[in-house]
């Protein structure tokens, strides 16, 4: 299946939907850097001496992600060159101009950035607050710049690791993720690197394998897309990812007028949780997946006026 690039992603949506045009234009330039960011830092993260601890199935049956126990302070580095292509950007997004001459000293020294890191990961809303009020930023500023920056750098992190990872299809030679590879080892519905929330999530395509006929398939596996750092895994398509129910009817799904291009909401009768996405089986192209999430706003409008909460709070679906 063609894969779309973050700015062909935009266009589409752009073209379907016009009045969406303003908003995705000015997070265009946003979301190619974050897009192509990962590669670029990949030497800089080898070169920091930071690695994701070795898969354990045990752990990961119990819900552990990855980095609860790696060294984040590691990643000063690596996140100082990430805020230096992306706080440019971030700044010039409306209500972030006016800190941009303290983000970039918060980022470029001391250990801060590593501690908000593990802050933000943990749900650490206390500590978070008080490194923001110490660098004399309020803190959904900081943890908006902060989000960019470590999405970015614990997706290079992976990429370094499993170079395969953000594919449902890999050659040979490429070596799988492990929750990849052994799906049953994470059940979770947070991500299994960073144990963020999922964005979007999407129903694979249908699969040809040209040379081995027998290994095609009818697609439709349920994938889910971390908003914080991109990593994909597979999850159980009736389940609710935030409250684990599962009893038939627990998922719900809503669609807009006309139900085009399989995007949709899937949200949970019994948390009131949901998540966008979409059915690659009634798409031409794999969109990229983060700019995916923010085109699909007209549905965050859609869900919030049904009272429905979010799975992953982003800056395009809080209301
Ligand atoms: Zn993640
Ligand atoms: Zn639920």
Not at 279 to 289: I, K, T, V
């Given at each position: 299946?063609?894969?779309?690039?973050?700015?062909?992603?935009?266009?589409?949506?752009?073209?379907?939907?016009?009045?969406?045009?303003?908003?995705?234009?000015?997070?265009?330039?946003?979301?190619?850097?974050?897009?192509?960011?990962?590669?670029?830092?990949?030497?800089?993260?080898?070169?920091?001496?930071?690695?994701?601890?070795?898969?354990?199935?045990?752990?990961?049956?119990?819900?552990?992600?990855?980095?609860?126990?790696?060294?984040?302070?590691?990643?000063?580095?690596?996140?100082?060159?990430?805020?230096?292509?992306?706080?440019?950007?971030?700044?010039?997004?409306?209500?972030?101009?006016?800190?941009?001459?303290?983000?970039?000293?918060?980022?470029?020294?001391?250990?801060?950035?590593?501690?908000?890191?593990?802050?933000?990961?943990?749900?650490?809303?206390?500590?978070?607050?008080?490194?923001?009020?110490?660098?004399?930023?309020?803190?959904?500023?900081?943890?908006?710049?902060?989000?960019?920056?470590?999405?970015?750098?614990?997706?290079?992190?992976?990429?370094?690791?499993?170079?395969?990872?953000?594919?449902?299809?890999?050659?040979?030679?490429?070596?799988?993720?492990?929750?990849?590879?052994?799906?049953?080892?994470?059940?979770q519905g947070f991500c299994p690197?960073?144990?963020?929330?999922?964005?979007?999530?999407?129903?694979?395509?249908?699969?040809?394998?040209?040379?081995?006929?027998?290994?095609?398939?009818?697609?439709?596996?349920?994938?889910?897309?971390?908003?914080?750092?991109?990593?994909?895994?597979?999850?159980?398509?009736?389940?609710?990812?935030?409250?684990?129910?599962?009893?038939?009817?627990?998922?719900?799904?809503?669609?807009?007028?006309?139900?085009a291009h399989g995007e949709r909401?899937?949200?949970?009768?019994?948390?009131?949780?949901?998540?966008?996405?979409?059915?690659?089986?009634?798409?031409?192209?794999?969109?990229?997946?983060?700019?995916?999430?923010?085109?699909?706003?007209?549905?965050?409008?859609?869900?919030?006026?049904?009272?429905?909460?979010?799975?992953?709070?982003?800056?395009?679906?809080?209301?």
């Open positions: 299946m063609k894969r779309l690039s973050p700015a062909e992603t935009l266009a589409e949506a752009m073209e379907r939907r016009p009045a969406l045009r303003p908003m995705l234009e000015a997070f265009a330039p946003l979301m190619e850097m974050r897009g192509a960011l990962p590669a670029r830092l990949a030497e800089a993260v080898a070169q920091c001496g930071f690695r994701l601890p070795d898969w354990d199935d045990a752990r990961a049956q119990a819900g552990e992600p990855l980095l609860d126990r790696a060294e984040l302070s590691l990643l000063a580095q690596p996140m100082q060159e990430a805020a230096r292509s992306l706080l440019p950007l971030l700044t010039a997004m409306p209500g972030m101009e006016e800190h941009a001459a303290k983000l970039m000293p918060f980022f470029m020294t001391g250990e801060g950035s590593p501690r908000a890191a593990r802050a933000l990961l943990g749900g650490d809303a206390e500590t978070l607050e008080a490194l923001a009020a110490e660098a004399g930023l309020p803190a959904p500023a900081l943890a908006f710049a902060l989000e960019n920056v470590l999405g970015a750098v614990v997706r290079a992190a992976v990429l370094c690791q499993w170079p395969s990872s953000p594919d449902s299809h890999y050659g040979p030679e490429d070596s799988p993720a492990p929750w990849d590879e052994r799906p049953a080892s994470w059940m690197v960073c144990g963020s929330a999922p964005s979007v999530s999407y129903l694979e395509e249908k699969i040809f394998d040209e040379k081995n006929a027998f290994a095609s398939g009818g697609g439709g596996r349920k994938h889910l897309h971390c908003g914080l750092c991109g990593t994909e895994w597979h999850f159980r398509r009736g389940t609710c990812p935030a409250c684990g129910k599962e009893e038939e009817g627990t998922l719900e799904m809503l669609r807009e007028a006309g139900g909401v899937e949200w949970c009768t019994h948390c009131k949780s949901y998540c966008t996405g979409a059915d690659l089986r009634e798409r031409e192209a794999r969109p990229d997946m983060d700019a995916f999430a923010l085109s699909l706003m007209h549905l965050d409008i859609a869900a919030s006026e049904r009272g429905l909460t979010p799975l992953y709070p982003a800056f395009w679906n809080q209301f």
